[in-house]
């Protein structure tokens, strides 16, 4: 999310990241074993969520420099 400044501010994604990866370390702790397998999975899927993320961030911005391109030449 942008602030006023045009920055983007990703605080309350930050925290919310390190709340989870907390929540994560305390469920490696659990006595039931599918408990503890399961973090290993949500692990990797955040990482691929991030991927996936950073990805289609990078296809935008490709677009986006296209477009402009394009209605540079346009005009």
Known sequence: ???IFGTVDNTYND?????????????EAHPDVAVRGGVKLA???LQYLKEEVK???DEN???VQYLKRLKEKMQ
């Open 15 to 27: 925290i919310r990241e390190k709340s989870f990866l907390q929540w994560l370390e305390e469920m």
């Open 43 to 45: 692990r990797e899927y």
């Open 61 to 63: 911005d490709l677009k």
């Open 1 to 3: 999310m942008k602030n």
């Open 55 to 57: 990805r289609l961030e």
